[in-house]
């Protein structure tokens, strides 16, 4: 039995809990430029799209947790972000072809309670991986700036 897809919820000025993988879940982001573009993308969008709260570049996938600003909606949001990090990733790492899944997760953040687990979710990703003993070890996240006020990634936003 197949399931129907359910549409979109897109609402303005909204907080999402964004989840992307890559095509196949492959490890492109182990590529320090790889992650590094990625980054200086999704950063690079913050005030212009969105305003961004977290986020976290992993192996083969990101979160982010974003209010949406009121003209923009979140699958053009990704859409692009996808667009400019496929182009950019390619060329970093000698590739062609597909990058990224053809869809992707989001939920609306309902409360206080529901943005602070999502972002623990985002933060604590790669402690659970066993990629790190800290979150804010870990050089492509936002997790940094949230324990001590001071990211290589600029100043993040409070919900």
Known sequence: MRHRRLPRLDLPSQIYFVS?????????????????????????????????????VMPHHYHLLVTLLAEHRIPQVIQRLNSQSARAVNAAVGRAGRLWARRFYDHVV??????????????????????????????????????????????????
């Open 110 to 159: 309902r409360n206080t309670e529901d943005f602070r687990q999502c972002m623990d979710y985002i933060h604590y990703n790669p402690v659970a991986a066993g990629m790190v003993e800290s979150a804010s070890e870990y050089p492509y996240s936002s997790a940094a700036f949230w324990e001590t006020g001071r990211s290589r990634w600029g100043k993040f936003d409070p919900p």
């Open 20 to 56: 992307v993988t890559t095509a196949r879940f492959a490890p492109w982001f182990q590529n320090p430029q790889a992650a590094e573009s990625l980054c200086r993308l999704i950063c690079g969008e913050r005030g212009r799209s969105f305003l961004l709260h977290a986020f976290i």
